[in-house]
């Protein structure tokens, strides 16, 4: 008896435990759902008083929509280098046999973290700066391209190493040229983990704040990440209303991303090769 | 179709490993010809050779009247069904039997024509729309055969053709290759470790180990006069009983008991000679009373084989053991006294693990000391495995 209750208070305790836990994670969320709507937004979450004149007021901003836009392009072109470079090495690294391979992978993997960190930011913002990349959105494309393709490569190397060689082999055979076999075979048969370092590239590149904000000058070029800090009252009180509202713009287009992704592109091919 | 010339065709890998080591072989036009040996022999890599997706280090390989050696494997004129079968898993059946044709720049129309016409022969008609993931084993096989044969290749290459094949399939997709190989008449080589599959498929069989080539010959010569003790261990679903002996006073002694001289190495072994005494388990014959020229031993293990069984005999002298197939019906008990009789014609003499003959063979192997131990030589599959 006595155990039954113990046991039924270590369940209650176990359950208010997770529930807090829960809204600690849920009540941001929830605020982000509900400020954008709220006629008068507040730091705290509540039903909302249904409006939308804080969408109004967004367009208004000179720079909002605008840095959405920005955001996409730097993300976008980002998202095409590091896919196409991180493919054709991580290919190259997985099927020819280079002396010290491994030891140039994790090297560069390790290194990869600082190149994009704070750490670095001066010597970059020196290299950019002779380089003539100052307020240049291709240069802020580059350096973050230049920070995710390690990692990007040895996500992908791991998805070309499990592709079994015969697929090419066998193409081979029949006469395909390696452009070719890249073109028919590989790529298709890879392409969840192209899709997957695609999104990751995109976010990261998507919430990167300091690169985009050393190195573009001027505001009409900055991305969302940017844009958002710039958000204040007169008064250099947090804009609330603008800020929720462009906060729930911000995320809309990465959260509906991940959910076409791993609809289209997060099945796997199975069979075809006997194992 | 042509006939394949390999000569002192050698391949070390970059780790130092010879895997084929000067070897000459010929393979006929429209032969089925099967490389046999355990895994690690080379038989793979000398395929791989052949389609030139290794390059050799040494030697040379013709096709036809064209010398391949250097050639990339596309432009050698040979399709290679893998192990795996290889099927590309996002292409359905009729785009991966196309695929040769879409790579020799054949346009959709005619390609998708010869395909179904492919897939149909081999029973395929109403898989055409089917991933490869769809298919069963055996299916999957035949969806590869098919994409070879789209190729219309001078020479076919199989890499362990059946091994991915339930037991059951893999007799019904023996049988269906060997037609297919008839009907087709192009020159097939094919690999496989296991010596049934060898000895039911291939019109020669070429056995390997070490990266040599220890015998080449049809099924019925490796079978019945294996040049080696290796060959005569690795062949035959119960391998052959191998006993130390001696040649005195115009007998062979094994294990004590007299038996005459088999007629192939009759004049050819002298007095006191020691060698190695083969007699494969079918050629042996169960007596339950003494006889002369016989073996005699006790009954230590019967296996039931199904319409025969497999007697395991304790020779005297602790000799070793020796294996006799015995019809239904006649099976001994262990512990009874049995003596078994060699079939005249079919024993045969090993001198240092080479067969004893007037002619030296053709691949002069060097001397391999195996240490003889009969019932302990490489097990190989069986027939009803």
């Given at each position: 008896?006595?155990?039954?209750?113990?046991?039924?208070?270590?369940?209650?305790?176990?359950?208010v435990?997770?529930s807090?836990?829960?809204?600690?994670?849920?009540?941001?969320?929830?605020?982000l759902?509900?400020?954008?709507?709220?006629?008068?937004?507040k730091?705290?979450?509540?039903?909302p008083?249904?409006?939308?004149?804080?969408?109004?007021?967004?367009?208004?901003?000179?720079?909002?929509v605008?840095?959405?836009l920005?955001?996409?392009?730097?993300?976008?072109?980002?998202?095409?280098?590091?896919?196409?470079?991180?493919?054709?090495?991580?290919y190259?690294?997985?099927?020819?046999?280079?002396?010290?391979?491994?030891?140039?992978?994790?090297?560069?993997?390790?290194?990869s973290?600082?190149?994009?960190?704070?750490?670095?930011?001066?010597?970059?913002?020196?290299?950019?700066?002779?380089?003539?990349?100052?307020?240049?959105?291709?240069?802020?494309?580059?350096?973050?391209?230049?920070?995710?393709?390690?990692?990007?490569?040895?996500?992908?190397?791991?998805?070309?190493?499990?592709?079994?060689?015969?697929y090419?082999?066998?193409?081979?055979?029949?006469?395909?040229?390696?452009?070719?076999?890249?073109?028919?075979?590989?790529?298709?048969v890879?392409?969840?983990?192209?899709?997957?370092?695609?999104?990751?590239?995109?976010?990261?590149?998507?919430?990167?704040?300091?690169?985009?904000?050393?190195?573009?000058?001027?505001p009409?070029?900055?991305?969302?990440?940017?844009i958002?800090?710039?958000?204040?009252?007169?008064?250099?009180?947090?804009?609330?209303?603008?800020?929720?509202?462009?906060?729930?713009?911000?995320?809309?287009?990465?959260?509906?991303?991940?959910?076409?992704v791993?609809?289209?592109?997060?099945?796997?091919?199975h069979?075809?090769?006997?194992? | 179709?042509?006939?394949?010339?390999?000569s002192?065709?050698?391949?070390?890998?970059?780790?130092?490993?010879?895997?084929?080591?000067?070897?000459?072989?010929?393979?006929?036009?429209?032969?089925?010809?099967?490389?046999?040996?355990?895994?690690?022999?080379?038989?793979?890599?000398?395929?791989?050779?052949?389609?030139?997706?290794?390059?050799a280090t040494?030697?040379?390989?013709?096709?036809?009247?064209?010398?391949?050696?250097?050639?990339?494997?596309?432009?050698?004129?040979?399709?290679?069904v893998?192990?795996?079968?290889?099927?590309?898993?996002?292409?359905?059946?009729?785009?991966?039997?196309?695929?040769?044709?879409?790579?020799?720049?054949?346009?959709?129309r005619?390609?998708?024509?010869?395909?179904?016409?492919?897939a149909?022969?081999l029973?395929?008609?109403?898989?055409?729309?089917?991933?490869?993931?769809?298919?069963?084993?055996?299916?999957?096989?035949?969806?590869?055969?098919?994409?070879?044969?789209?190729?219309?290749?001078?020479?076919?290459?199989?890499?362990?053709?059946?091994?991915?094949?339930?037991?059951?399939?893999?007799?019904?997709?023996?049988?269906?290759?060997?037609?297919?190989?008839?009907?087709?008449?192009?020159?097939?080589?094919?690999?496989?470790?296991?010596?049934?599959?060898?000895?039911?498929?291939?019109?020669?069989?070429?056995?390997?180990?070490?990266?040599?080539?220890?015998?080449?010959g049809?099924?019925?010569?490796v079978?019945?006069?294996?040049a080696?003790?290796?060959?005569?261990?690795?062949?035959?679903?119960?391998?052959?009983?191998?006993?130390?002996?001696?040649?005195?006073?115009?007998v062979?002694?094994?294990?004590?008991?007299?038996?005459?001289?088999?007629?192939?190495?009759?004049?050819?072994?002298?007095?006191g000679?020691?060698?190695?005494?083969?007699?494969?388990?079918?050629?042996?014959?169960?007596w339950?009373?003494?006889?002369?020229?016989?073996?005699?031993?006790?009954v230590?293990?019967?296996?039931?084989?199904?319409?025969?069984?497999?007697?395991?005999?304790?020779?005297?002298?602790?000799?070793?053991?020796?294996?006799?197939?015995?019809?239904?019906?006649?099976?001994?008990?262990?512990?009874?006294?049995?003596?078994?009789?060699?079939?005249?014609?079919?024993a045969?003499?090993?001198?240092?693990?080479?067969?004893?003959?007037?002619?030296?063979?053709?691949?002069?192997?060097?001397?391999?000391?195996?240490?003889?131990l009969?019932g302990?030589?490489?097990?190989?599959?069986?027939?009803?495995?």
């Amino acid at each position: 008896m006595n155990s039954t209750i113990q046991h039924m208070l270590g369940r209650v305790g176990r359950y208010v435990f997770l529930s807090a836990v829960l809204g600690f994670f849920a009540i941001p969320l929830l605020w982000l759902a509900t400020a954008p709507f709220d006629r008068t937004p507040k730091i705290t979450t509540s039903m909302p008083d249904f409006a939308l004149d804080n969408f109004r007021a967004l367009l208004d901003n000179p720079y909002a929509v605008n840095s959405l836009l920005n955001s996409i392009y730097l993300a976008g072109g980002a998202a095409v280098l590091v896919v196409s470079f991180a493919a054709l090495a991580a290919y190259a690294l997985s099927r020819v046999r280079v002396p010290g391979r491994d030891a140039l992978l994790y090297g560069l993997l390790l290194l990869s973290s600082i190149v994009t960190g704070t750490a670095t930011m001066v010597p970059l913002f020196e290299l950019a700066f002779r380089l003539n990349l100052i307020d240049s959105r291709l240069g802020v494309i580059l350096i973050m391209s230049g920070g995710l393709l390690p990692a990007a490569i040895f996500i992908l190397k791991d998805f070309m190493d499990s592709t079994p060689t015969s697929y090419e082999e066998s193409a081979r055979v029949f006469g395909a040229s390696p452009l070719q076999i890249v073109r028919h075979i590989v790529v298709p048969v890879v392409r969840p983990g192209l899709a997957t370092v695609a999104v990751w590239t995109v976010a990261n590149v998507w919430g990167n704040f300091l690169v985009p904000f050393l190195l573009l000058r001027s505001p009409d070029k900055a991305p969302a990440a940017v844009i958002m800090y710039t958000l204040y009252t007169e008064g250099g009180q947090a804009n609330l209303s603008l800020l929720s509202t462009f906060s729930l713009l911000y995320s809309l287009p990465v959260v509906l991303m991940f959910v076409f992704v791993s609809t289209r592109y997060g099945f796997r091919f199975h069979g075809g090769i006997k194992r | 179709m042509a006939a394949i010339t390999m000569s002192e065709l050698t391949k070390v890998y970059p780790n130092g490993v010879r895997a084929l080591d000067a070897l000459d072989l010929q393979i006929a036009d429209g032969e089925f010809f099967a490389l046999l040996g355990p895994s690690g022999c080379g038989k793979t890599t000398l395929l791989r050779t052949i389609a030139g997706l290794e390059v050799a280090t040494g030697g040379s390989v013709h096709i036809g009247e064209r010398d391949v050696t250097d050639l990339q494997p596309g432009r050698r004129d040979v399709a290679m069904v893998f192990q795996d079968y290889a099927l590309f898993p996002h292409m359905n059946v009729r785009d991966n039997i196309a695929y040769p044709l879409r790579i020799k720049k054949v346009d959709r129309r005619s390609r998708h024509a010869k395909a179904a016409d492919t897939a149909g022969g081999l029973g395929l008609a109403q898989l055409l729309e089917r991933r490869p993931g769809q298919l069963s084993g055996g299916q999957q096989q035949r969806v590869a055969l098919a994409r070879a044969m789209a190729y219309t290749p001078q020479v076919f290459l199989l890499d362990e053709p059946l091994s991915n094949l339930d037991a059951r399939l893999r007799l019904e997709a023996r049988t269906f290759l060997k037609r297919l190989q008839r009907d087709l008449g192009v020159t097939t080589v094919f690999v496989t470790h296991d010596q049934a599959e060898a000895l039911a498929l291939a019109d020669r069989i070429a056995v390997m180990e070490g990266g040599r080539i220890r015998q080449v010959g049809t099924p019925v010569e490796v079978f019945r006069r294996p040049a080696n003790t290796f060959v005569a261990g690795f062949i035959g679903s119960t391998p052959m009983n191998l006993l130390d002996a001696q040649i005195t006073d115009g007998v062979v002694r094994v294990a004590g008991a007299a038996l005459p001289i088999p007629e192939h190495a009759e004049g050819l072994v002298a007095d006191g000679e020691h060698v190695t005494y083969g007699a494969r388990p079918e050629y042996l014959d169960y007596w339950p009373a003494e006889k002369s020229g016989a073996l005699p031993g006790e009954v230590v293990v019967v296996e039931n084989l199904g319409s025969s069984s497999l007697v395991s005999l304790d020779l005297p002298g602790d000799v070793g053991t020796m294996q006799v197939v015995v019809p239904e019906g006649q099976e001994p008990q262990p512990g009874d006294r049995g003596w078994a009789v060699p079939r005249p014609g079919r024993a045969l003499l090993y001198r240092d693990g080479s067969l004893v003959t007037t002619s030296v063979p053709a691949q002069a192997a060097p001397p391999v000391d195996h240490e003889v131990l009969v019932g302990d030589t490489p097990s190989s599959g069986t027939l009803s495995s």
